[in-house]
């Protein structure tokens, strides 16, 4: 049942995913034709050199950016809202991207003067070095506390605390600093070469196997965890699993795409209310294609086809996404009912 299930939204979902990834390479300041994109993917030759150079060294990477950073921050958000049986639970919820954030901030905030190419992989590396050292105090958090919610608490002060610091070191920084620092929170796909794509993408399926391994768990905590425990399931161990996952997920994506809201929150409610289940061997599917679906749809309308102009992605995940979550949630009426 729980594989026939899972094909079914497979099936449902994967249609959509391939007709939004067609329009993400196909629009945009130049318009290229998908009789023309076919031609180029196949290897024929072409003699428009222009577009061959738009396709692979922009639009292809920032399509697969896009479908992998929506998944990877759609499942997070599952994970932590099972965890902490908390709608309101996000991939960021345990500080991780305040923990990047504040990477980057001592990065560019303190006048550090790297340009190019070394300026990108110094951010992506300090946003790492951030989301790291704010996953192994989260850890080691995690295996002494008995119970989620203290865990969520002491995520929320983690990320405090550095937003805190982020804060104090805006107020001492040039108005030039604090520009490039705002540019990165303003979040973008389009900035991954093939290059970086062959880390980024196996560190998510990375993140996605430790906890699609979990589903079975997930489906046991929803239950309260002293159900959970009777059931024989190991608390401490699951967190400790969801919490490496969702820290790797929201992390890798912090570092190359910048913090990018509003996913990991909508994208489960939505999976739930559409497919009106709990069953996370339906759920994880669901959430890692419609978290590839929206942020698709979202990276479309930031790039507004046939004009120069590129729009903040944070600021459009929120502004055309969060509309759509209230009127799904407007139906549904009591999501708490999820949560038992």
């Known amino acids: 049942m729980r594989k026939t299930s899972s094909y079914k939204v497979i099936g449902l979902l994967i249609p959509f995913v391939l007709v939004l990834i067609i329009l993400s390479i196909s629009l945009g300041s130049v318009n290229i034709s ?26 292809l990477p920032k399509t697969l950016t896009s479908v992998f950073a929506g998944a990877a921050l759609g499942f997070a958000g599952l994970q932590m809202q099972t965890l902490f049986r908390n709608p309101l639970a996000g991939p960021f919820v345990l500080g991780i991207s305040s923990g990047a954030s504040l990477g980057v901030a001592l990065l560019v ?12 992989w110094g951010m992506a590396i300090a946003s790492i070095v951030g989301s790291l050292t704010v ?6 958090v995690s295996v002494r506390l008995k119970d989620s919610m203290s865990l969520l608490l002491v995520g929320l002060m983690f990320g405090a605390f550095t937003s ?16 490039n620092f705002l540019f990165w929170t303003f979040g973008a796909t389009g900035n991954l070469s093939w290059t970086e794509l062959q880390i980024f993408i196996p560190i998510i399926i990375i993140g996605i196997s430790l906890g699609y391994w979990q589903a079975k768990p997930l489906n046991a905590l929803l239950m309260g965890d002293y ?9 401490k161990n699951v967190r400790l699993f969801l919490v490496i996952s969702t820290s790797i997920l929201a992390g890798i994506v912090t570092a190359f795409c910048g913090p990018i809201a509003f996913l990991g929150i909508a994208v ?3 999976s739930r209310i559409l497919f009106k289940t709990s069953n996370h061997f339906v759920l994880i599917p669901a959430t890692l294609l419609l978290g590839a679906c929206l942020l698709l749809v979202c990276d479309i309308i930031a790039q507004v086809p046939y004009s120069d102009l590129i729009l903040p992605i944070n600021a459009v995940t929120s502004l055309f996404g969060a509309p759509v979550v209230i009127w799904l949630i407007l139906r549904r009426k009591n999501i708490s009912k999820t949560f038992g």
């Open 227 to 235: 159900y959970a425990q009777s059931m024989g399931l190991r608390i």
């Open 268 to 270: 489960p409610h939505i």
């Open 135 to 140: 996953l192994l105090m989260v850890v080691l």
């Open 109 to 120: 905030l303190l006048g550090v003067g790297i340009n190019g190419a070394l300026a990108y």
């Open 34 to 59: 998908i009789a023309e994109i076919a031609k180029i993917l196949l290897g024929s030759p072409t003699e428009n050199t222009a577009n061959y150079n738009i396709l692979f060294s922009y639009r």
């Open 164 to 179: 805190a610091i982020v804060g104090v070191m805006q107020y001492f920084s040039t108005a030039e600093d604090i520009q």
